[in-house]
T-cell receptor
């Protein structure tokens, strides 16, 4: 079992609200990622981090922002949610030192914006 | 950058049949090729992986083959069972954990009892 947790698992909010999706891992992994998964299954990398105080934008442009103040914590924030942000968001982590590249995923946060 | 193509997008088989999912990659520097299984309502989970110095790897009913010359790798599931029904993703990355993996678009496998 991977020790990576996402909250909330499900969230329904109205347009214009600010939301933060939480992601925490207890494995001491240096790298963390956020993926957006559309109904067609494809995983789109939206943010990643190499370690504390490191954040990078992924392949898919996103209006969300992330922060990495602590190794174990990588929250994603939407300042003003819109219906187009409705999606499944997956957080993951990996350890560079393991030299395998294996990603450990959380169970996801399903966001619905009305 | 790396580009990973995955086929088919949907695969429907009868219980007991074999299933094969194929991926191609473009970057010859890629040397780590994992496969993830995503069950409904969960995040993807690693089921098997292979490195570029190995041509084939087996784990019970699951096997992965790699052809570095042709830049393609495949997942083989034998004696499929209904619990194998899930979405499967292939991925490729270089130098182990130093690089961000590139994922295929996923294959939805349906095993009919």
């Amino acid at each position: 079992e991977a020790d990576i947790y996402q909250t909330p698992r499900y969230l329904v909010i109205g347009t214009g609200k600010k939301i933060t999706l939480e992601c925490s891992q207890t494995m001491g992994h240096d790298k963390m990622y956020w993926y957006q998964q559309d109904p067609g299954m494809e995983l789109h990398l939206i943010h990643y981090s190499y370690g504390v105080n490191s954040t990078e934008k992924g392949d898919l442009s996103s209006e969300s922002t992330v922060s990495r103040i602590r190794t174990e914590h990588f929250p994603l924030t939407l300042e003003s949610a819109r219906p187009s942000h409705t999606s499944q968001y997956l957080c993951a982590s990996s350890a560079t030192t393991k030299n395998t590249g294996e990603l450990f995923f959380g169970e996801g946060s399903r966001l619905t914006v009305l | 950058g790396e580009n990973v193509e995955q086929h088919p997008s949907t695969l429907s088989v009868q219980e007991g049949d074999s299933a094969v999912i194929k991926c191609t990659y473009s970057d010859s520097a890629s040397n780590y090729f994992p496969w993830y299984k995503q069950e409904l309502g969960k995040g993807p989970q690693l089921i098997i992986d292979i490195r570029s110095n190995v041509g084939e790897k087996k784990d019970q009913r699951i096997a992965v083959t790699l052809n570095k010359t042709a830049k393609h790798f495949s997942l083989h599931i034998t004696e499929t069972q209904p619990e194998d029904s899930a979405v499967y993703f292939c991925a490729a990355s270089a130098s182990g954990g130093s690089y961000i993996p590139t994922f295929g678009r996923g294959t939805s496998l349906i095993v009919h009892p």
